[in-house]
């Protein structure tokens, strides 16, 4: 069964939410200097790549990373390819119905055809709350998308989070979905155990069905 790595690269030139830590890293030990083996270190936002966010990011009271149930995070999930509407631009909420989720707790949203995670868009696709509100009341579980938020760059209510958050949706985001045709998978994408984090890298994957 093939496996798509729908992760983004984490890299110095991994583009980040402007003001946002970006990636760095540096060596503590080298083989090289005499040392026994090789040891880095490394500095940057809990946002920077494939990431998901916790209730924390979003809500003062909320729950962090560390203490998210990870059975939404693992199981059957659906990739779409979705349009937009409106200026700034949201998920189109009318292609976001039963049928197209076909009863799928799991759903992963891809907004383009290419993903270049060097770039930070400040046009992108976000979900939008009324896509959230859709998919909240389809019974999902956990949304994706290919882009770096649910709610535009600029917003300070961060709506959708919201809506997602009132249904109990897991996200994840910056998903490279650039190379997955829309379909059913098998999702695999377990956020780090960082205790009082509003968010987690992610290594996500999608492994084909059998049989499919």
């Known amino acids: 069964m093939r496996i798509y ?19 760095s890293a540096e060596w503590v030990m080298r083989i090289a200097d005499g040392a026994s083996c090789n040891v880095s270190t490394m500095r940057m936002s809990v946002h920077c790549g494939t990431h998901s966010d916790a209730p924390r990011h979003y ?30 631009a949201v998920v189109d909420p009318a292609e976001l119905g039963p049928e197209s989720l076909g009863g799928h707790e799991r759903v992963l949203l891809r907004t383009a055809a290419r993903h270049d995670h060097r770039v930070f868009d400040p046009g992108f696709v976000a979900l939008g709350p ?40 897991c996200l994840l985001e910056n998903l490279d979905l650039s190379r997955v045709p829309a379909g059913d998978y098998e999702l695999i994408a377990l956020p780090l155990k960082i205790v009082g984090s509003d968010a987690s890298p992610v290594r996500a994957i999608l492994r084909e069905l059998p049989n499919s």
């Open 59 to 88: 809500d003062e009271h909320g729950a962090d990373v560390a203490s998210l149930d990870l059975t939404p995070y693992l199981g059957k999930c659906r990739v779409l390819e979705v349009g937009s509407i409106g200026d700034p």
């Open 130 to 169: 009324a896509a959230a509100e859709v998919l909240a009341s389809c019974g999902v579980r956990l949304i994706g998308i290919d882009t770096p938020s649910m709610d535009h760059a600029t917003s300070k209510e961060l709506a959708a989070h919201h809506v997602l958050r009132r249904a109990g949706i």
């Open 5 to 23: 790595d729908i992760s983004e690269p984490i890299a110095p030139d991994t583009a980040v939410f402007p003001g946002d830590t970006p990636f």
